[in-house]
């Protein structure tokens, strides 16, 4: 890749007009390009000229790659300069040591997309994030090491963080705007003000580390929560301190607390809230659109630096979401539409008009229309099929076997970061009438799915359920499906260890002698599993059983009548899984539990030529029908019709 100087022009393409930037590497052009803080004029400073960004924050680990460059485009059209960007490090290190940045993975593609429509970059790159993503975007193999304190001076924490930040700082250091790249601040940390340690010398470090990769003259930053305390703790000199806050809050009151720690430089609020997030049993969270414009411009009179947090929220695929844990155990949805101007399908909204209204008081704006929504189809029902009992498929699922282990372990023991994994031991006595399984050190983490010989008895689930009744004989199989759910990503408690956690009782016997299978489900899927194995497997009719109860996995095909568009999932009846569509995992449904009814399926995952094969993980219970419906509109709310 060649990186290069910037210079400024205009192009027309498609009917728009892009503010592009040319990359060329002369060493006299690249000796023009600054940016830095003006401290006596309380602004930044771009190529020494003042500078005022109107950024919004777009995460590409939650877009399909397919659709970068749409989403830039339409946050260019709408008048932004900059865009805000989270670097998760458990995307990139999913095991220790092995790092990918390929496909949906690559940033400096993405990088390069932003630099070629015009947006300069605010990069995020942690080493936590929080972001609601899995783990606050620490890598679960952390845990591996049960002693471990996260986000402190602790040496094996310190090691693996400076392993990391080796490899994407030295990637990142030809980006920066200095260098011919558009990379303008850079963050180290973040809220660091909201978390137990308040750990300076942690901090410093990671001063140290950024400095030596990316030189004295990066713009560092730290940002952090409107309070004295979290300001206290998160800000460090050397490191520009800026704040974060929402439509709740008074814009002077806000600013002139952060002044008490940075007394002159620009005003940033990294974080001005456009909308919210959800949990699963929330309602919908949505933020007034009158309440953001106002305050946007309310800020941006006071030549305030803002970026919108979220500009376009994307969508938590596969096992990436995260939770919060406050007084309990509260996983994010799979949707991360969160009310932003850039629906969760990239589609414009009236937010995004309004605030595009906002920014032509303080800017120009591109000339031309925003692009409008892309096209969605609703394809209608598609039968599924029985494939089995998990507990019938783990030569399948864990063609590795089982661990034998007298205890418990947990996923970070088992070396598994996500999903699920299964733990089987036998009844030690007749149970002939239900008898209590308890956990009772509230370890179970985070549901979990029990059987008896393949029957169904209930599920288990963490701060709300910590026992089911069961029955059966001595030496009968007691089959438990253990889901993570998603670890905890802000807070004191993100050292989330998953499975389960403490011993399991039944009635007075502690239970013991425990196989324990990893599930390897995703790789089962993508290898071809369930529909390449067809010929080999039972497949059960419609009327086997009525409703089926349990982990049960399900199957189909959906053929389209003409191109691939977007389209909306729905699971009318379904209780609580997991759906893949061509291999894809797309994330978690739990219509019972709400708020969301729909998941997002990009079109370029499917399909015109080909059936598109559909798997589903049932968990608790599939209804009679057996069939989903493919929507061309999203459901965010449980109480709401499709909007």
């Given at each position: ?162 392993n990391w930040l080796a490899v994407l700082l030295t990637k990142m250091r030809p980006w920066l705007y200095q260098n011919g790249g558009n990379i303008i601040t850079v963050q180290v940390e973040n809220e660091y003000g909201s978390y ?61 607390r952060l002044r008490k720690f940075e007394p002159y430089g620009p005003l940033v609020n990294s974080e001005f809230y456009t909308g919210w997030l959800d949990h699963w049993g929330d309602q919908h969270a949505s933020v007034d659109t ?128 996500y999903g699920f994994m299964l733990y089987r031991t036998l009844l030690p006595r007749d149970l002939p009438h239900a008898i209590s399984l308890i956990s009772p050190v509230n370890g179970i983490h985070d549901r979990a799915y029990v ?193």
């Amino acid at each position: 890749m060649q990186l290069t100087n910037q210079t400024h022009r205009h192009e027309v393409r498609n009917g728009f007009r892009f503010s592009n930037f040319m990359f060329s590497n002369s060493n006299e052009c690249l000796g023009e390009r600054s940016f830095s803080i003006d401290y006596k004029n309380n602004c930044f400073l771009r190529d020494g000229k003042p500078f005022q960004y109107i950024s919004g924050s777009i995460h590409y680990s939650r877009v399909p790659r397919y659709y970068w460059k749409d989403r830039l485009t339409k946050m260019y059209m709408t008048g932004l300069n900059a865009i805000q960007v989270y670097v998760p490090w458990n995307l990139h290190e999913p095991v220790q040591g092995t790092y990918t940045f390929e496909g949906d993975r690559d940033l400096e593609h993405f990088l390069n997309l932003a630099n070629q429509t015009g947006l300069f970059v605010i990069l995020r790159p942690g080493p936590y994030i929080c972001a609601e993503w899995d783990m606050g975007g620490l890598p679960a193999w952390l845990l591996q090491n049960p002693n471990i304190t996260l986000r402190s001076a602790d040496s094996d924490y310190l090691q693996a963080v400076s392993n990391w930040l080796a490899v994407l700082l030295t990637k990142m250091r030809p980006w920066l705007y200095q260098n011919g790249g558009n990379i303008i601040t850079v963050q180290v940390e973040n809220e660091y003000g909201s978390y137990f340690a308040c750990d300076y010398n942690y901090m410093r470090h990671l001063r140290t580390m950024f400095r030596a990769f990316l030189g004295e003259d990066a713009v560092l930053f730290t940002t952090d929560g409107n309070t004295d305390k979290e300001l206290l703790c998160g800000t460090l000199q050397g490191l520009y301190a800026t704040i974060d806050f929402g439509t709740d809050t008074n814009v002077t009151t806000a600013f002139s607390r952060l002044r008490k720690f940075e007394p002159y430089g620009p005003l940033v609020n990294s974080e001005f809230y456009t909308g919210w997030l959800d949990h699963w049993g929330d309602q919908h969270a949505s933020v007034d659109t009158q309440k953001v414009s106002r305050m946007l411009s309310d800020m941006l009179s006071l030549g305030a630096n803002v970026n919108m947090y979220m500009f376009e929220g994307g969508t938590n695929f596969g096992y990436w979401n995260g939770a919060d844990h406050d007084t309990q155990f509260r996983p994010v949805v799979t949707s991360y539409d969160y009310n932003a101007p850039l629906s969760e399908a990239g589609d414009p909204t009236d937010k995004l008009l309004a605030i595009r209204e906002v920014i032509k008081n303080f800017r120009d704006i591109p000339l031309g229309p925003i692009p409008p929504a892309s096209a969605k189809m609703a394809y209608g029902f598609v039968n599924l099929q029985k494939i089995g009992n998990i507990s019938g498929l783990l030569d399948t699922l864990s063609p590795q076997g089982p661990v034998r282990s007298q205890n418990l372990l947990t996923f970070e023991e088992m070396k598994q970061s996500y999903g699920f994994m299964l733990y089987r031991t036998l009844l030690p006595r007749d149970l002939p009438h239900a008898i209590s399984l308890i956990s009772p050190v509230n370890g179970i983490h985070d549901r979990a799915y029990v059987s008896v010989n393949g029957v169904y008895q209930g599920v288990m689930e963490r701060d709300i359920t910590l026992a089911v009744n069961v029955m059966g004989r001595r030496a009968d199989q007691l089959d438990i499906l253990v889901e993570n759910m998603g670890r905890v990503d802000f807070g004191s408690k993100i050292n989330d260890q998953k499975g389960l956690l403490g011993n399991l009782i039944l009635g007075s016997d502690v239970l013991s002698d425990w196989l324990i299978y990893s599930l390897d489900i995703d790789g089962a899927i993508q290898s071809g599993w369930p529909q390449s194995m067809r010929k080999d497997i039972h497949l059960f009719s419609e009327t086997d059983g009525g409703e089926e109860s349990g982990p049960t996995v399900y199957s189909g095909t959906l053929q389209l009548p003409g191109p691939a568009h977007d389209t909306f999932i729905k699971f009318n009846g379904w209780m609580k899984g997991q759906v893949w569509i061509n291999g894809v995992n797309l994330g978690r449904y739990w219509p019972q539990r709400g708020p969301q009814q729909t998941l997002y399926v990009p079109g370029p995952l499917l399909s015109s030529s080909v059936p598109n094969n559909i798997t589903i993980l049932e968990l608790e219970r599939a209804p009679q029908h057996r069939r989903v419906l493919f929507m061309d509109r999203p459901q965010l709310s449980k109480t709401t019709a499709p909007s």
